[in-house]
């Protein structure tokens, strides 16, 4: 098993940057990636990043980039994303899973049925 509990999440203005991290706890030692994923108001959750847990390989959805960076210590306990230049429309709830399958391609990861555990969420507000 693997408990997450993600933090950070708040109410900010658009161009403010928002830290968001994720302690994760048990047997995260046979975890293979951490990925990030959102969920705005009467939509479908959508995949933000992921991780490799080596840390050498990243993926970002195309409406990220160049403005999240997914991160995690060197323990591997803490996943971190930080989110500059934050828009209205990235207000939602924001989500770290953990995978424990192997796959060779990190696309493989944007889909939410790659990943075992999931925290229970923190809230995101970007005014406008």
């Known amino acids: 098993q693997v408990q997450l509990v993600e933090s950070g999440g708040g109410l900010v203005q658009a161009g403010d940057s928002l830290r968001l991290s994720c302690a994760a706890s048990?047997?995260?030692?046979?975890?293979?990636?951490m990925g990030w994923f959102r969920q705005a108001p009467g939509k479908e959750r959508e995949f933000v990043a992921v991780?490799?847990?080596?840390?050498?390989?990243?993926f970002y959805a195309d409406f990220v980039k160049g403005r999240f960076t997914i991160s995690r210590d060197s323990a591997k306990t803490t996943l971190y994303l930080q989110m500059n230049s934050l828009k209205p429309e990235d207000t939602a709830v924001y989500y770290c899973?953990?995978?424990?399958?192997?796959?060779?391609?990190?696309?493989?990861?944007?889909?939410?049925?790659?990943?075992?555990?999931w925290g229970q969420g923190t809230q995101v507000t970007v005014s406008s």
């Open positions: 899973a953990v995978a424990r399958v192997y796959y060779v391609l990190d696309n493989n990861y944007t889909n939410e049925r790659a990943y075992d555990y």
């Open positions: 991780i490799r847990w080596s840390g050498r390989s990243t």
């Open positions: 048990g047997r995260t030692s046979s975890s293979h990636a």
